[in-house]
């Protein structure tokens, strides 16, 4: 009787202290899990890919944390002409004055201020922003950055075409977000959006790759934007687009919106033609672009290919053309239809315009037109284009 005690009493110890040791190994591992290694790369590295949370989804606060150091607030004062009137607003005394309340109580210069944010892109203080955050008659510029310093800014050049401009701004050894290749991105992909929304600082909001290569949002005059929903709202005009590798890939430049606020549809400029506008910017003041001479285009529509007694709408009609234009040269005229580009089918006039800007200057290209039923191609002299806004 005592010896089956004594065994009994000797296997539920046994037992309990497996069972101890079963737990702690099972707790270790669940621990392990929890908190993935993370390396910390240096200057100019490539981020890893964001940790997957216990929950099976990402976690990108390390990727965010380091991300919010290179992204700061901007904001700019100009010099805007208003009327004195004070019916200025109403559109009965509009109506009644003809619009010329000028000539009846005069007009001064008023400040106004813009708000918005940049992506710094060198240490010694040039950011990368919005053409439209500093546009105007700019007479101030200040920056403020993540550690609450307010910094005087100057314009280095602005972009209007791009609604890209570069500020420099009074700081040193500041933290970089380094630039990634907007030319992988795939439809899906998560991405962060970094800015300071309605004056919030160092915003971070998460979204997907909505869409690529969107154009005719009447934004720019040169679209190529990257469609998102990640939340933009007034304020986050010139901050960063992030990957989850850590790397800009866009410029957070506009939305859609019937509200003015957030509705899950946002628009950035691709990094590769930021980081491009932007070199030029500080190496040169001006964008230098390819062109074939001063003519107007629009894109064909089923209402333009029946005036014009076209079978259908594809591609681009030149409306007017300069003599001293080089595509008028080479034997382009008003009334065609541009239909191919070295090659590429044209659509949109906002396509054509893309494609000629990102045409080497000095290099030949290749126009396909349609005139009179017939197709006929050119050989055209790309010259230089500059664009400059002070």
Same mark, same amino acid.
């Given at each position: 009787?005592?010896?089956?005690?004594? &065994?009994?009493? &000797?296997?539920?110890?046994?037992?309990?202290?497996?069972?101890?040791?079963?737990?702690?190994?099972?707790?270790?591992?669940?621990?392990? !899990?929890?908190?993935? =290694?993370?390396?910390?790369?240096?200057?100019?590295?490539?981020?890893?890919?964001?940790?997957?949370?216990?929950?099976?989804?990402?976690?990108?606060?390390?990727?965010?944390?380091?991300?919010?150091?290179?992204?700061?607030?901007?904001?700019?004062?100009?010099?805007?002409?208003?009327?004195?009137?004070?019916?200025?607003?109403?559109? !009965?005394?509009?109506?009644?004055?003809?619009?010329?309340?000028?000539?009846?109580?005069?007009?001064? @210069? %008023?400040?106004?201020?813009? #708000?918005?944010?940049?992506?710094?892109?060198?240490?010694?203080? @040039?950011?990368?922003?919005?053409?439209?955050?500093?546009?105007?008659?700019?007479?101030?510029?200040?920056?403020?950055?993540?550690?609450?310093?307010?910094?005087?800014?100057?314009?280095?050049?602005?972009?209007?075409?791009?609604?890209?401009?570069?500020?420099?701004?009074?700081?040193?050894? #500041?933290?970089?977000?380094?630039?990634?290749?907007?030319?992988?991105?795939?439809?899906?992909?998560?991405?962060?959006?970094?800015?300071?929304?309605?004056?919030?600082?160092?915003?971070?909001?998460?979204?997907?790759?909505?869409?690529?290569?969107?154009?005719?949002?009447?934004?720019?005059?040169?679209?190529?934007?990257?469609?998102?929903?990640?939340?933009?709202?007034?304020?986050?005009?010139?901050?960063?687009?992030?990957?989850?590798?850590?790397?800009?890939?866009?410029?957070?430049?506009?939305? #859609?919106?019937?509200?003015?606020? @957030?509705?899950?549809?946002?628009?950035?400029?691709?990094?590769?033609?930021?980081?491009?506008?932007?070199?030029?910017?500080?190496?040169?003041?001006?964008?230098?672009?390819?062109?074939?001479?001063?003519?107007?285009?629009?894109?064909?529509?089923? =209402? #333009?290919?029946?005036?014009?007694?076209?079978?259908?709408?594809?591609?681009?009609?030149?409306?007017?053309?300069?003599?001293?234009?080089?595509? @008028?040269?080479?034997?382009?005229?008003?009334?065609?239809?541009?239909?191919?580009?070295?090659?590429?089918?044209?659509?949109?006039?906002?396509?054509?315009?893309?494609?000629?800007?990102?045409?080497?200057?000095?290099?030949?290209?290749?126009?396909?037109?349609?005139?009179?039923? %017939?197709?006929?191609? !050119?050989?055209?002299?790309?010259?230089?284009?500059?664009?400059?806004?002070?």
């Amino acid at each position: 009787m005592f010896r089956r005690a004594l &065994l009994a009493t &000797l296997l539920l110890a046994a037992g309990f202290i497996a069972g101890l040791v079963l737990t702690g190994r099972l707790r270790s591992a669940d621990d392990g !899990f929890a908190a993935p =290694q993370v390396a910390t790369p240096g200057r100019g590295a490539v981020a890893q890919a964001p940790a997957t949370a216990a929950s099976g989804l990402p976690d990108f606060s390390v990727i965010a944390g380091r991300a919010v150091t290179g992204v700061v607030n901007i904001s700019a004062e100009s010099l805007v002409r208003t009327p004195n009137s004070p019916f200025a607003s109403d559109p !009965f005394f509009r109506q009644f004055f003809g619009g010329d309340e000028e000539d009846w109580f005069g007009s001064r @210069y %008023r400040p106004q201020a813009s #708000l918005g944010s940049g992506v710094v892109i060198s240490s010694d203080g @040039y950011v990368v922003t919005n053409n439209h955050v500093v546009s105007g008659n700019v007479r101030a510029i200040s920056a403020v950055l993540p550690d609450k310093r307010e910094v005087k800014g100057q314009i280095i050049g602005r972009d209007p075409v791009t609604d890209i401009a570069v500020v420099k701004i009074s700081a040193n050894n #500041l933290p970089v977000v380094p630039w990634g290749d907007s030319s992988k991105l795939k439809v899906g992909q998560w991405v962060l959006a970094i800015g300071s929304p309605f004056q919030l600082n160092q915003t971070v909001t998460l979204g997907i790759v909505s869409a690529v290569g969107r154009a005719g949002v009447g934004v720019a005059d040169y679209e190529d934007f990257i469609q998102t929903d990640a939340a933009i709202n007034p304020g986050n005009s010139g901050g960063a687009l992030i990957d989850a590798r850590g790397e800009v890939i866009g410029i957070n430049t506009a939305i #859609l919106s019937e509200s003015g606020g @957030y509705q899950g549809i946002g628009f950035a400029v691709p990094s590769n033609l930021a980081r491009r506008i932007a070199e030029d910017l500080i190496r040169y003041g001006e964008v230098r672009r390819g062109s074939i001479g001063g003519l107007s285009i629009v894109t064909m529509t089923p =209402q #333009l290919a029946e005036q014009n007694g076209l079978e259908n709408a594809h591609g681009v009609l030149v409306v007017r053309i300069s003599a001293a234009a080089s595509a @008028y040269q080479a034997g382009i005229r008003a009334g065609d239809v541009i239909i191919s580009f070295n090659g590429q089918n044209v659509d949109a006039d906002s396509q054509l315009i893309k494609l000629l800007a990102d045409t080497k200057i000095g290099s030949t290209a290749t126009v396909e037109v349609l005139r009179d039923g %017939r197709t006929m191609s !050119f050989k055209v002299p790309v010259v230089g284009r500059t664009t400059r806004a002070r």
